[in-house]
């Protein structure tokens, strides 16, 4: 399969998701849960989805938890709206980098004070 293929289907899993997650009524699953990356195996088994959630480390936690049992429901409704064969099991990675460049963002700020 190309990798051109599996880009695109990884483009579209992403999008779905990210268009899902915030009609999720589970409320362990806060309103600053973003989609930052889908990567799709190239056999359309499976599909890593990194997910990035603003909020201290137990609200993370708790989001990645409830992400986890909606994870049925969710791969239901993907394919119902992205035509393949098969839909790929979705496997939940908590991506904390954009928290990561935020604390870097502070810390450079927070210097630039002490040098004024």
Known sequence: ??????????????????????????????????????????????????????GTEEQQKDAMKGLESSKSFLRREIARKVQLRATPELLFKLDDSISEGARICNLINSVKRDEE
């Not at 399969?1 to 806060?30: C, F, G, H, N, W």
């Open 1 to 54: 399969m190309s990798y051109a293929r599996i880009d695109r289907i990884s483009q579209e899993v992403r999008r779905e998701l990210s268009m899902l997650i915030p009609t999720l009524k589970d409320p362990r699953i806060p309103s600053m849960v973003s989609v930052t990356n889908v990567r799709v195996s190239k056999d359309l088994s499976y599909a890593e989805v990194n997910i990035s959630v603003l």
